[in-house]
């Protein structure tokens, strides 16, 4: 199943006045999909810049290092597209954005949460740390989507995850966002929500979840704003 929902909101859209994305920005940072938003895997940088001018980078703060052998320019530490980029090339070619970082990707959810949350399949030797929350998990290719050129799970499977192991006035909010901004489409997607739930292995908080999914109001909207 496939989600789309206007344009993913965790970052403003683009200013079309502005300069152009596939260039590089007054910073000098190359923005375009290729750069994967600025975040670089640590040997790659270090083929670009050299090794000895990453490190003074590293140490002198213009450049930092979110995770393990990934790296960005400062300027982008605190940019949700560059760490979710970061988290990705940290867990892998397998791995997906997840669970409430995949939420505000869609643009149901907040995106004031430092911790960048990645699932994996459980043949992957990827562990959380710090501001980087692995999830192991099987799933399948067809529950992922393309957002910004970032693997990110389709907003069904996201939500449903978010209502089991969420907290609950978060994880409500999320849902009636979702539903305020898909319209007419609202109900057959709560329906969406359910079977995600109905067939999820793990049954923690499958009850809770049911409860706030019965309980989600789906606002009525003009020009996408609740009423």
Do not use: N
Request: hydrophobic share 40%; with cysteine; glycine share 8%.
């Amino acid at each position: 199943m496939r989600t789309y929902i206007d344009r993913p909101q965790f970052l403003p859209a683009p200013d079309p006045s502005g300069p152009d994305p596939s260039s590089p920005d007054s910073s000098g940072t190359d923005r375009s999909p290729l750069s994967r938003h600025g975040a670089l895997p640590r040997e790659e940088a270090e083929l670009l810049l050299g090794s000895d001018e990453l490190a003074e980078a590293l140490a002198a703060g213009s450049w930092v290092e979110p995770f393990g052998g990934v790296v960005l320019p400062a300027a982008l530490s605190d940019d949700p597209m560059a760490r979710a980029a970061a988290a990705l090339l940290r867990a892998g070619d397998q791995a997906v954005i997840s669970g409430p970082t995949a939420v505000a990707m869609h643009g149901c959810g907040p995106a004031d949460d430092e911790a960048v949350h990645v699932t994996v399949p459980y043949d992957r030797d990827v562990r959380s740390r710090d501001e980087l929350v692995v999830h192991h998990a099987w799933f399948r290719e067809t529950d992922v989507i393309e957002l910004d050129g970032l693997r990110v799970q389709a907003l069904d499977v996201a939500l449903a995850d978010v209502l089991c192991t969420g907290p609950q006035r978060r994880a409500l909010d999320c849902l009636e966002r979702a539903l305020c901004r898909l319209g007419s489409g609202a109900e057959h997607f709560r329906a969406l929500v359910g079977e995600r739930l109905a067939r999820r292995r793990d049954r923690r908080g499958t009850r809770k979840a049911y409860a706030l999914l019965e309980l989600a109001w789906a606002h009525p909207t003009v020009a996408g704003v609740a009423l």
